[in-house]
């Protein structure tokens, strides 16, 4: 059978990732989750969440740094294109994205783990640590949307047509946009576009979380000259919010060449929150 365009981007975006890399798909009542899990087997977990249409492999150039200290859990969302499954327990709601994540920790015998997400995954995961705070040992967000501030007028506007009527060409457009020069892996730019024309996709998405409530230690990391928001009303948000959090602002990144362009700053940032 001949693979799809998304399929063979996946693939060979797959192969990315250290050799020792498994491929673990985690039974819940959602359907089965495709985990890329790289690093010491006794090594403290961390649970990375991507961004829409960037599957969990998108964190292959931070996977080898963050792996070298944690167990590193890399997940392909719920809903979203990659190899995780929609079937089973209908998909409506915030609550059920947080009853998924709880299966999804139990399913890999996580009673706790650092937690880490970009974007969409950044959201998805201050959701979840104020559903099990319990669970969640330190927070990450990177460049979180829908979080501390909404979008940028002009950022909707530009994604709309990509939204109302997705295509490969639109997506790589609205993509090049965005990271406006900045160099970004062609393969992600692939998997990117392809992305939207994988049928059945439906991104759970819902209000802004109560971020004053988290009670873990958080970082946020904000691209500078991201075109989802405005990097400094986020920081000044997030302040306001979390006055303890370490906010920072990664000089040179746009919102979608996270977090794989130019990944050194962005890796040693983490490692030195989460240690």
């Given amino acids: 059978m001949q693979l799809s365009a998304f399929d063979r981007a996946y693939d060979e975006l797959r192969s990315h990732w250290p050799a020792s890399t498994e491929e673990q798909d985690v039974t819940t009542p959602y359907g089965p989750t495709r985990v890329h899990v790289y690093g010491p087997p006794g090594a403290r977990p961390l649970m990375l969440l991507p961004g829409g249409s960037a599957t969990g492999l998108a964190w292959y150039a931070n996977a080898p740094a963050l792996g070298e200290r944690y167990r590193v859990h890399a997940v392909d969302l719920l809903g979203d294109a990659g190899r995780t499954e929609r079937r089973g327990a ?11 994540l709880d299966a999804l920790l139990d ?72 990271t406006d020069g900045v160099l970004l892996d062609e393969t992600c730019r692939r998997l990117y576009a392809a992305a939207a024309a994988v049928p059945g996709r439906k991104i759970v998405t819902g209000r802004r979380p109560r971020t004053a ?58 490692l030195d929150f989460l240690d």
């Fill in 90 to 100: 209908v998909l409506k709601s915030t609550e059920d994205m947080m009853a998924w």
């Fill in 213 to 270: 409530d988290l009670r873990m230690p958080v970082q946020v990391l904000l691209a500078q000259r991201s075109r989802a928001h405005h990097a400094a009303k986020v920081a000044a948000g997030a302040r306001r919010a979390l006055p303890q959090a370490e906010v920072a602002v990664l000089p040179g990144a746009t919102h979608h060449s996270l977090p794989s362009t130019d990944p050194e700053e962005l890796n040693a940032r983490l």
């Fill in 107 to 178: 399913g890999l015998a996580l009673s706790r783990t650092h937690l880490c997400g970009h974007s969409y995954g950044a959201w998805l995961a201050v959701n979840y640590a104020l559903h099990a705070p319990q669970r969640i040992d330190r927070l990450a967000l990177v460049d979180p949307t829908q979080v501390f501030a909404g979008f940028r007028p002009g950022y909707l506007l530009r994604a709309l047509p990509h939204l109302l009527r997705p295509s490969e060409p639109r997506a790589r457009a609205f993509l090049a946009w965005e």
